[in-house]
């Protein structure tokens, strides 16, 4: 089946991270590293609600995976590159993964 793809990878396809995918979650120093963003900046947008991952309240760890670093490589490339503020990436970002959500539920469906 030839799948569209998800209005993320359309719209954002500049952010594209060049992560092998893996299984483990990254540590914050590891997803700074691999997205070029400093990790206070990273801890901002968690704190502010841009990103989903939240403190291991054991640890103090956040768990990073593929998709958090392609969602931080899509936050930098709209705020840096396209001048989007942090209100209007968060809109984009809160439709993108609404859209994925809908769109994995049709072909779940169509599947069916």
């Known amino acids: 089946m030839n799948q569209r793809p998800t209005i993320t ?3 954002l396809v500049h952010a ?4 092998i995918r893996r ?3 990254y540590d914050l120093a590891t997803a700074a590293r691999l997205a070029d963003i400093h990790p206070d900046r990273i801890k901002y947008y968690c704190r502010i609600g841009l990103l989903q991952e939240t403190p291991d309240p054991d640890r103090e760890r956040y768990p990073f995976t593929d998709q958090s670093l392609y969602e931080l490589r899509c936050i930098e490339y709209l705020r840096l590159e396209e001048g989007v503020n942090l209100r209007g990436i968060r809109i984009i970002l809160d ?3 609404r859209m994925e959500s809908l769109e994995s539920a049709l072909r779940f469906h169509q599947d069916s």
Not at 16 to 19: A, I, T
């Open 23 to 25: 299984r483990e979650p």
């Open 9 to 11: 990878r359309a719209i």
């Open 16 to 19: 594209e991270s060049e992560v």
């Open 95 to 97: 439709l993108a993964r």
